[in-house]
């Protein structure tokens, strides 16, 4: 993966995942999301709600862009039903100044989780990922707290918010 082609990130990339702002090598960023894509897919089906979310996060991490559309296209057009996880994670190079197997397994549980069913295929999915990466069970289950605290979280917000005094 060589490409020179970059996405530059956002101050939300700092302020979400404590990273700063460095830009990504653009086949990097691809490979990463045929990942994402192929997990989010593992139950039989890519629903729109998971896709959406994708796309929502990476115009919020990403400065909007001709290799940021270009990415998302590239994206919409990849055949997730006959990926193989295992064969496009060998290829990424994780030079990354956060730890990158970790953020890509909870982007991957966040993505699965945004059509309101985080399926058993989708979670072994993510497990599978998660030892090809060397990443512990035990942070893939702090990961889904994570995710289901956010909900929560957001929910309760939401719920504060429509309320009237």
Known sequence: MSSEKTIQLSKYAKYKYGVFPQPVNFEVGVAAGCVLLAIAGADGELREEEIQWYIDEQEM??????????????????????????????????????????????????MSRADGNYHEKEKAAVAKAAEILGVESSVVLSLESVAEMEETADRLRIALFETEV
């Open 61 to 110: 991490l990403a400065v909007d862009s001709e290799p940021l559309q270009e990415y998302l296209e590239t994206l919409r057009k990849f055949d997730w039903k006959n990926a193989n996880i295992e064969e496009i994670l060998s290829g990424i190079k994780f030079d990354f100044p956060i730890n990158f197997s970790r953020s890509m397994l909870y982007q991957a549980i966040k």
